[in-house]
């Protein structure tokens, strides 16, 4: 089977990419000439999910999947959320971060969770994955890797930031992988 990756962000395809191997295959929105900023919405991550491969599906038919996520922090409600990627107002993960580290100066609760929501869409069905990893928030950026909130976020029974990891260590027990190993896993029993 084919699915079209409904995203934008290429360190997103590159993860699900290296979990799915030869499993199906993926084309991204430049295999389908999409270069439309596609609408985001919602207050769930699901409903997220949902507009992003309904709008493909809809305006070109491909049966696709789209990826929800980020970033809850439990000191503050669940905040970053669905806003993890404007958190400041702004696509710059600089000034996200920034913002984080100072809502939670104060915070001995670094308590945190990367949620991903997968919305697949083969012809009018819709099916939803899910994957969440619970860490802690650090104190400052540690790390190189990965892309987003990894730098600050230690995943439970480790010592190193997903930015610390390798790309193999963070899809051994990320949240995204954990949904797409679900979509693949009912796409190999389904079809
Ligand atoms: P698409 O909508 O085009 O897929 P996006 O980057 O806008 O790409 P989201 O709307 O799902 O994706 O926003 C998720 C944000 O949450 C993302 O930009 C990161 O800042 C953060 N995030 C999600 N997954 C992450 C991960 O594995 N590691 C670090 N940060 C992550």
Do not use: W
């Not at 507009?51 to 980020?70: H, M, W």
């Not at 069905?125 to 994957?131: I, K, Q, R, S, T």
Request: proline share 2%.
């Amino acid at each position: 089977i084919e699915l079209v990756f409904a995203t934008n962000n290429l360190h997103k395809l590159e993860e699900v990419q290296a979990v799915v191997g030869n499993r199906f295959r993926i084309l991204t929105l430049a295999d389908i000439d999409c270069a439309d900023d596609i609408p985001e919405t919602g207050d769930t991550f699901q409903a997220n999910a949902s507009q992003k491969s309904g709008y493909i599906y809809g305006k070109y038919g491909y049966n696709c999947f789209a990826d929800d996520s980020g970033l809850e922090v439990q000191a503050l409600d669940n905040e970053p959320g669905v806003y993890s990627a404007r958190y400041s107002g702004t696509r710059d993960m600089e000034k996200n971060i920034d913002l984080l580290l100072q809502r939670l100066a104060d915070h001995t609760d670094r308590h945190a969770r990367f949620r991903t929501v997968i919305s697949l869409r083969i012809g009018e069905a819709e099916y939803f994955f899910e994957g969440t990893v619970d860490g802690k928030i650090g104190f400052e950026r540690q790390g190189e890797g990965g892309f987003g909130y990894d730098p600050l976020f230690t995943p439970r029974g480790h010592s190193r930031t997903f930015a610390q990891m390798s790309g193999a260590e963070k899809n051994a027990i990320s949240h995204r992988a954990i949904a797409v190993a679900k979509l693949a896993e009912f796409l190999r029993t389904t079809y």
